[in-house]
């Protein structure tokens, strides 16, 4: 039999969504070597000047006007509303489709977004095509975006998810409850001495874990200045990720805080710095909190962003397995209770055993395999 030749589509570069393919596609690699797989970002093939354009929109909005983001975010009437555009924008996109399929020749498409996903569905609805589609879901929330006749195999990051996609409309049949896909690295044991050795870090000295995702979202600089109240003594190990201008703030600062910071800018080893610290405070992305769930680390969800993020914290409090900060200013008072308090600490380990779903890209990888 002939390797699979699989399409795997995204949109934004720096995103979960990305992460999500590049997961599936080291999972597909791993138990099929020799399978031929094309991981593009499905918005700058079709449209990279929107591409540009709407990203820069999106990223002002949730700064400046999230609850504009929380309205427009799964509303029926936006939903309906925007019908007649959605489809003339994946008519037009269809030559470009049909130009990539007939070039690759996929065995099956697999889309981490929901505009990939649509966009691929109706292509294949108006063109009668019959080639396999998958929607990966990212969230823990199955927005009306995804709902689409025309694909096959939804993947969900949990029950939950699943039976909220049935009341959709979605054919049980069609739905695997297998988890987020994220890369496999987090699920390996690592030595927690060697780790903070070779980062220079304090052994005797908890480290809490801040992060703002890819783009160092979020009000990590509040969070910190909160964290000067803390009466433990912590190390902090703060990731900017692609945020140079947070970057260069806090480096400036750094030598002004009493609690002992170490700055990072995108690292390729979140891995190792969740399995070393404490707790983390984060944005609950949808693959970060799969890592997170995975790696058993108690999570602090500090003023997440309405839509999806708050969608993805409503789910993790409601198992136990985070907690939420209204108040970034406050976030301190939570840190010196948690440290103080290592039954709490338990509890929310356990939750975070209870819902993470460690094996979800192998699993993913698997059923792409048998298609």
């Known amino acids: 039999m002939l390797p699979k030749r699989i399409i795997l589509m ?10 999500a393919t590049m997961a599936i596609e080291k999972a597909l690699k791993t138990l099929s070597p020799k399978c031929e797989i094309l991981n593009i970002n499905a918005f700058n093939y079709t449209n990279p000047i929107s591409e540009k354009v709407i990203n820069r929109i999106y990223m002002e909005v949730i700064k400046h006007t999230p609850k504009l983001w929380d309205y427009l975010y799964d509303n029926p009437s936006v939903v309906k509303g925007l019908e007649k555009i959605k489809k003339s924008v994946h008519k037009s996109n269809s030559p470009k489709l ?5 070039g690759f020749n996929p065995d099956l498409v697999v889309c ?19 080639l396999p589609l998958v929607a990966v879901l990212t969230d823990y929330i199955p927005h009306s975006y995804w709902v689409y006749d025309t694909v096959d195999y939804y993947i969900t990051p949990s029950e939950d998810v699943s039976d909220r996609l049935e009341k959709k409309g979605v054919a049980a049949s069609k739905i695997r409850s297998f988890g987020i896909p994220f890369d496999h690295k987090f699920n390996q044991k690592l030595n927690a001495d060697e780790i903070l050795h070779k980062l220079n870090l304090n052994p005797r000295k908890p480290a809490i874990l801040i992060m703002g995702g890819g783009q160092g979202l ?6 910190v200045k909160s964290l000067e109240k803390v009466k433990h003594d912590i190390q902090e190990l703060i ?31 979140i891995h190792e710095l969740m399995h070393i610290s ?8 949808g693959v970060t909190t799969a890592e997170v769930l995975s790696a058993r680390l108690p999570m602090v969800i500090v003023k997440p962003i309405p839509g999806q993020e708050v969608n993805n914290t409503n789910f993790l409090t409601h198992k136990g397995a985070a907690i939420k900060v209204d108040d970034p200013k406050e976030v301190y008072r939570v840190i010196d209770e948690l440290l103080g308090d290592k039954v709490k600490i ?26």
């Open 218 to 223: 979020g009000p990590i600089k509040t969070i």
């Open 112 to 130: 981490t977004q929901a505009f990939p996903c649509g966009m691929v569905a109706d292509y294949k609805k108006a063109c009668g095509s019959n």
């Open 10 to 19: 995204y949109i934004s570069d720096v995103s979960g969504h990305r992460s």
């Open 278 to 285: 404490k707790m983390i405070i984060s944005k609950p992305g």
């Open 346 to 371: 338990g509890h929310l380990k356990q939750a975070a055993a209870e819902i993470a779903k460690p094996n979800a890209s192998m699993d993913i990888a698997k059923l792409l395999l048998s298609i």
């Open 98 to 102: 049909k130009k990539l399929f007939d």
């Open 239 to 269: 990731i900017s990720g692609t945020n140079k201008c947070l970057y260069r703030s806090l480096k400036r600062k750094i030598r002004h805080y009493k609690k002992e910071i170490h700055l990072f800018g995108f690292v390729q080893n």
